[in-house]
């Protein structure tokens, strides 16, 4: 007879939640699948199977809810119809009636410790995998359809009068780079060839373009042939909430696999390569003999010298140089002097912040004098993209031990400046936080996964307490003890990003939350136990 109750009830539970979890999982499946459509332009075939990645992420925050749910109005129409007093008149005691239930809220249990630890960061990057396989896609599309498309998380936003996706390239571009929402410099060329390439921990643009100008807010000067290369984050898993047990496990042990800090590591390591290069100037411009610094390009090699060489404070990574400053161009194959070039202000600026990154070298208004003509005149501007950064400051801030290499920055210049001192300072923070947030993300799982027994315990309660009343009172009584764990989860990860208080707190406030939700269900099952 116990069996056959315990049956009935299971049934029962098992169809309320079922439609519950399909109505819930359908509505917040296309609702979170909205975002990575609007921003990221992605088309039709790829929204279905988008649609199978994000089912887990939603099923972990809608299986606690149905079941919630489930046993809320199952046990509230079971006592409201006086099957429960009837089960008591036959010597059946409530626990015992509460066993179906209580089979329940185990399987939500492990079922969402599974899909938060293990499932859902394996669908995340394999939808990540798929917007990426349909980057190139992605980014031709939205030229097509609206002439630009901004490159995600980056400062380059792409215009083009028409699009090749077959031969990967774009015709009468213009590049905008931006920076504090503003347009720093702007590009045009003829013709451009965009590759979009995914590495394990982030993904990477490189546009080559030719007869391109560059316009900032000073010249327009022709540059020729021009290569841009941005890093961005991935599109959807770069957060600690999506990675696998694996991937945290090394991230723990090397910071530099997670994106965020990588990327922060990245733009410490070019700030500290401009500041060691200009002093590295610096002190040849000090020689009595040799008073040339070599740069090295492509095809060319550059010697030049300045009256005073600085680092810019407030700029990205810019040397600038005061009078007199000349620069000799040298032919690399023919090792012939070709030009010499004076001028009285120049700039010399790392193009971005990747461990290949070049320099680029600006003189402005300068004197020309051709060597083989004998000629000479004035020109606007000059510019030399694409120069190697000094092989031994690359060197000294190589690959290896980055991190260790950033954390002694400030003693491998003379006169850090202050934007050295601060990235420093903030990649250390960044990397303390970090691993906060992966105890707090490991802890909040944790806590979700164990406290959905409780949470459907008190649901069953709350049902037989509130079976006079509608059927829907019960569950909205028991959604409040569902609420204040939630928020006991949300203030104990915040906690542990604040810097004003420690990492334990706020791991302890999300125990604090369970361990009283808990006592507040013994409590509630104490009483009914005595009625």
Not at 80 to 99: F, K, Q
Not at 511 to 520: D, H, K, N, R, T
Request: contains cysteine; aromatic residues 8%.
């Amino acid at each position: 007879m116990v069996f056959t109750i315990h049956r009935y009830i299971f049934r029962e539970l098992l169809k309320v939640f079922t439609l519950a979890t399909i109505a819930l999982t359908l509505m917040f499946t296309l609702g979170s699948m909205l975002r990575p459509i609007q921003k990221y332009g992605v088309g039709p075939d790829q929204v279905i199977h988008l649609l199978g990645y994000f089912i887990p992420i939603t099923l972990t925050m809608v299986l606690p809810m149905s079941a919630l749910f489930a046993a809320s109005m199952v046990y509230g129409r079971f006592a409201g119809d006086r099957e429960l007093d009837a089960c008591r008149a036959s010597g059946i005691s409530l626990m015992t009636l509460v066993y179906p239930g209580l089979c329940l809220a185990i399987i939500v249990s492990i079922a969402t410790l599974i899909l938060s630890f293990h499932v859902v960061p394996a669908f995340v990057q394999r939808a990540e995998k798929a917007i990426k396989a349909n980057a190139k896609q992605t980014m031709f599309r939205n030229i097509q359809r609206k002439g630009y498309y901004a490159v995600p998380q980056s400062k380059y936003i792409i215009y083009a009068d028409r699009a090749l996706p077959d031969e990967d390239m774009l015709e009468g571009v213009v590049i905008i780079e931006s920076k504090d929402a503003g347009i720093e410099k702007l590009s045009t060329a003829k013709a451009a060839k965009i590759v979009i390439e995914s590495n394990k921990n982030y993904n990477e643009v490189r546009i080559a373009a030719s007869q391109a100008y560059q316009i900032d807010n000073d010249n327009h000067v022709y540059i020729g042939k021009m290569s841009l290369t941005d890093q961005f984050p991935s599109l959807l898993a770069d957060n600690i909430k999506f990675q696998k047990i694996e991937q945290i496990k090394e991230i723990i042990r090397d910071p530099m696999e997670y994106f965020p800090v990588y990327d922060l590591a990245l733009r410490t390591r070019a700030q500290l390569a401009a500041e060691m290069l200009a002093q590295d100037i610096s002190t040849a411009m000090n020689q009595p003999d040799d008073r040339y610094y070599e740069l090295i390009g492509e095809d060319k090699t550059i010697f030049i010298s300045a009256g005073k060489c600085t680092i810019v404070k407030g700029a990205d990574w810019q040397v600038k140089l005061t009078a007199p400053i000349r620069l000799l161009e040298i032919d690399r194959v023919r090792q012939k002097l070709l030009y010499q070039y004076d001028s009285n202000n120049g700039t010399i600026t790392l193009q971005d912040s990747t461990l290949e990154s070049r320099l680029e070298l600006v003189l402005d208004k300068p004197r020309w004098k051709d060597i083989d003509e004998g000629i000479s005149g004035f020109a606007q501007r000059y510019v030399v993209k694409d120069l190697a950064l000094p092989e031994v400051i690359a060197r000294r801030i190589g690959r290896q031990d980055l991190l260790e290499t950033l954390d002694a920055a400030p003693s491998m210049v003379d006169t850090p400046t202050g934007e050295l001192k601060g990235l420093r300072g903030s990649l250390l923070h960044k990397i303390e936080s970090t691993i906060n947030e992966i105890n707090a993300e490991m802890h909040s799982r944790l806590v979700l996964g164990v406290g959905c027994l409780t949470l459907i315990l008190t649901g069953i309660a709350l049902g037989v307490i509130f079976r006079g009343g509608h059927l829907l009172t019960a569950f909205g009584a028991s959604s409040i003890p569902a609420g204040i764990l939630i928020v006991c989860i949300m203030t104990g990860k915040e906690l542990t990003k604040n810097r004003a208080t420690s990492m334990e707190s706020g791991i302890m406030v999300m125990w604090i939350g369970l361990a009283a939700l808990s006592v507040a269900t013994l409590v509630i099952y104490r009483k009914l136990l005595k009625t």
